[in-house]
């Protein structure tokens, strides 16, 4: 009994010098760079230190808008505006952040379906609601939304990668490749992961 309070003891205090990170992704469905940074540095996170984040997938890299959302112009074409407003659509659906993850890992690789149904259809989503949002107004909304949030960092490579709302160049180029060595420190982490 004892030993079992005392490792308690010892969890709550580990746990409260965590400190809360919060990543914000921005990338594009089609861009090289971006899908080479999901496989190798998101996926390849330790599931401790991926439960230690809150993250938000921002899919829109280099793309504007044209008359508010009546199309868009993306840097891969056509192609990578639809993967875009799928992905933006899909991750609206998903109730979790691991949900959310799995999409992406399985959307963001270079033998995914380019449409992106089949990692729509393994996520679980109603492939119906969400052929009605890439579709419909709330696929332009959300495409508008993620252009916005864009706009506001201006991103000069795809993807980067915003911890807790500012972006820092020194650890963007760290984030290409040492993600997790960077929320460790953010998070005040050391052991497992780290």
Sequence with gaps: MKQSLAAILILAA???NVQA?????????LCPDSVRWVQNQLLTLNPTLLNSIT???????????????????????PAECEGNRVQSCILSLLPTQQAQVNYVGCQMSFTADP??????????VNLNTAEACVE??????????????????????????????????????????????????????????C
């Design 115 to 124: 449409r992106g149904w089949e990692c729509a259809f393994r996520s679980g």
């Design 14 to 16: 580990v746990a409260a």
């Design 136 to 193: 419909g107004t709330q696929g332009t909304t959300l495409q508008l939304e993620a252009e916005r949030r864009t706009q506001l960092i201006a991103p000069a490579f795809i993807p980067t990668i915003v911890f807790n709302g500012q972006f820092n160049q020194a650890l963007q180029d760290r984030a290409q490749t040492d993600f997790a060595g960077i929320i460790c420190e953010l998070a005040g982490l050391s052991g497992v992961g």
């Design 21 to 29: 990170v919060t990543v914000d992704v921005y990338y594009a469905h």
């Design 55 to 77: 993250l938000d997938f921002i899919p829109f890299g280099k793309a504007q808008s044209v008359n508010n959302g009546q199309s868009f112009i993306c840097q891969h074409g």
